[in-house]
């Protein structure tokens, strides 16, 4: 018998077998299933052989479910929050939920499991002890290319979520930010069938995808290695935003020459830079 909670489940991320036994067992044993999308659920639910009740919590009526979940709890039952894959809240629906049946005073408990990013760093080679999801993107070319240089001085591991439609887009935008030297992971499938893990300098990255359409298809984490302490000081995000704004106006040497009197860096490395973008 489970004790009254709200049971926040992880599910795989794509090969079954990362199930765990205890995500099973919770969720046989709660009165309600709070899931993402409950036809994408009852394809799961199946394939365990799980019976309980599902009802759909997503983004749009996630505050009117915390009242039937709270409703539920209140009378002894307990429910369990899963998305579509992986840990809910990590880039999914559930936060509000999770934050709304604890100020009600309710227990939560994490049932853990797969999170993709979480993958991504434990096999890219990529620097682990310090990092920062950043989940998705924004869509539009600028609003992602001016959240990437607000990136640009950050010196931990940098990971991204992204989708078939704008993986190339966000590799070309992260070239033309960070430039053509910095190391990056892409990890797509990850635990399917064609599960690749490519890790390379943005430019040689950019090119190996760009001659192979399958590497451009799936889901995709990206991560891109932190700046190192010795690029830091000579490059930041507003002395590229200046060199951007003179390079506009003027070729190479002379935006970089311009660049560094205002900025007082180094004419050379910003000339590097200039030509990079
Ligand atoms: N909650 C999930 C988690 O715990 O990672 C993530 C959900 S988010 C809506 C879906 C995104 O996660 C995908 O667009 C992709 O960026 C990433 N993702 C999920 N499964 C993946 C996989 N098998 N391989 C690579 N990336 C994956």
Request: proline residues 4%.
């Amino acid at each position: 018998m489970l004790e009254p909670a709200l049971y926040v489940v992880a599910t795989p991320i794509g090969n079954l077998q990362d199930m765990t036994p205890r995500a099973v067992e919770v969720l046989q044993q709660v009165e309600l299933i709070a899931a993402e999308d409950t036809r994408h659920s009852a394809r799961l639910m199946a394939h365990f052989g799980i019976d309980t009740r599902l009802v759909s919590v997503h983004e749009h009526n996630e505050r009117q479910r915390i009242e039937s979940i709270v409703h539920q709890l209140a009378s002894g039952s307990s429910v369990a929050l899963i998305s579509d894959a992986g840990t809910p809240l990590i880039s999914d629906p559930g936060y509000v939920v999770v934050k709304g049946v604890r100020e009600q005073g309710y227990r939560v408990v994490p049932v853990p499991g797969c999170v993709a990013f979480v993958a991504a760093l434990s096999a890219a080679g990529l620097p682990t002890d310090r990092f920062v999801f950043e989940g998705f993107l924004p869509h539009k070319a600028s609003a992602r290319k001016q959240q990437l240089k607000g990136l640009l001085d950050e010196s931990r591991t940098l990971i991204f979520y992204e989708s078939p439609h704008r993986i190339l887009a966000s590799i070309k935008d992260m070239l033309e930010v960070f430039g053509a030297e910095r190391r990056v992971a892409v990890a797509r499938e990850l635990t399917k069938t064609y599960e690749t893990i490519h890790v390379d300098k943005l430019s040689a990255l950019l090119e190996w995808m760009e001659s192979d359409s399958n590497q451009q298809r799936g889901e995709f984490v990206v991560l891109v290695e932190g700046v190192s302490s010795e690029q830091k000081p000579e490059l930041d995000a507003r002395a590229l935003e200046v060199l951007d704004i003179l390079l506009a106006e003027l070729p190479a040497s002379q935006a970089a020459s311009l660049a560094a009197k205002l900025t007082g860096l180094k004419k050379k490395v910003l000339y590097q830079a200039a030509l990079d973008r």
